[in-house]
């Protein structure tokens, strides 16, 4: 049972979502996250086949994943900020990213047999400034009266405390080969990434998810 637990966490989240969907369903930034929470759910289902048939490791889908995870989340905080200068900012963390991890890409690591994990962190601390730079519009706005009722509000709470947490984990991680109990920790942020997503499910009002 163990091994399913992140398709497990998924089910969990994704069948709250969609029991919730009307609450979001008038806007399109949230659908497309719910599109991506599909497709993440897949990619482990289909990661947990290709380890389970194959005994081999789903590197090209990892990758796919983690490459597309962080250009995803810079995109849909992109969206919710309207100042031209920290668009631009943003935009400067999109095409660093994508500059770094095409060089990686064609110079230096085999796409198919090595993790991107260099790639990921970088992308994932892209993330987190982003999120900081849109807190930073949020606390100007008059949507911070009943920042509690958006569920955008609550994707940015827990994508922002699972990457402060996984940064130091996959970097460590990586040094240690994964022993021990950093495995746990990726566990433990995880459920409390898709606690965060529930709670904004559960919480959220149509009217403040615009």
Not at 18 to 26: E, T
Not at 79 to 106: C, D, E, P, Q
Not at 158 to 170: D, E, Q, R, S
Request: charged share 15%; hydrophobic share 55%.
């Amino acid at each position: 049972m163990y091994e399913y637990k992140y398709i497990i966490i998924y089910t969990i989240t994704l069948t709250i979502g969609l029991l919730n969907y009307k609450k979001y369903s008038h806007n399109l930034q949230l659908k497309l996250w719910l599109c991506f929470l599909v497709y993440s759910f897949i990619t482990e289902i289909v990661a947990r086949y290709i380890i389970e048939t194959y005994n081999m490791r789903a590197i090209k889908l990892s990758n796919s994943w983690m490459l597309i995870n962080s250009f995803f989340y810079i995109l849909f905080f992109l969206g919710k900020i309207r100042n031209t200068l920290k668009r631009k900012f943003i935009i400067g963390f999109v095409l660093i990213f994508a500059l770094y991890t095409l060089i990686s890409m064609l110079f230096f690591k085999n796409f198919g047999k090595e993790y991107f994990v260099d790639s990921w962190i970088l992308g994932q601390l892209f993330v987190v400034l982003t999120i900081m730079l849109y807190y930073s519009e949020l606390l100007k706005s008059d949507a911070i009266l009943n920042i509690k009722y958006s569920l955008f509000f609550w994707i940015s709470i827990g994508a922002l405390i699972f990457n402060i947490g996984i940064l130091p984990v996959f970097v460590i991680g990586e040094l240690i080969d994964w022993q021990g109990i950093f495995r746990y920790i990726l566990v433990i942020l995880n459920i409390v990434l898709n606690l965060s997503f529930i709670t904004g499910f559960v919480l959220s009002k149509k009217e403040f998810n615009n």
